[in-house]
Nanobody, 122 residues
Framework: QVQLVESGGGLVQAGGSLRLSCATS????????MGWFRQAPGKEREFVAA????????RYTDSVKDRFTISKDNAKSTVYLQMNSLKPEDTAVYYC???????????????WGQGTQVTVSS
């Protein structure tokens, strides 16, 4: 089992920045690829970013490219999502997830955190 706990969400004005953290415990962190997903009210959960087990490879959804950066600190068993130039449409609950391989598909991930709210005001 892997436990994931997100933090760092909050209320920010458009154009601002936030850094989300996802601390993990349980099995060896470096064995897992990590992903960030988000879900806005009334919408389905969508892929945001993912990083491979080694941290070498990353993927982003088009709407966050050049604004968000995912990173992974295997020594701290933590994955981060640096979010810059935030827009009101980024408002959602953000979830981190752990799985065997980097994927943009939520079902490919085995473990999920409880989510952290990000609200961007205009």
């Amino acid at each position: 089992q892997v436990q994931l706990v997100e933090s760092g969400g909050g209320l920010v004005q458009a154009g601002g920045s936030l850094r989300l953290s996802c601390a993990t415990s349980g099995r060896t962190f470096s064995n897992y690829a990590m992903g960030w997903f988000r879900q806005a009210p009334g919408k389905e959960r969508e892929f945001v970013a993912a990083i491979s087990r080694s941290g070498t490879n990353t993927r982003y959804t088009d709407s966050v490219k050049d604004r968000f950066t995912i990173s992974k600190d295997n020594a701290k068993s933590t994955v981060y999502l640096q979010m810059n130039s935030l827009k009101p449409e980024d408002t959602a609950v953000y979830y981190c997830a752990a799985g065997p391989l980097l994927s943009v598909s939520a079902p490919r991930y085995d473990y999920w955190g409880q989510g952290t709210q990000v609200t961007v005001s205009s």
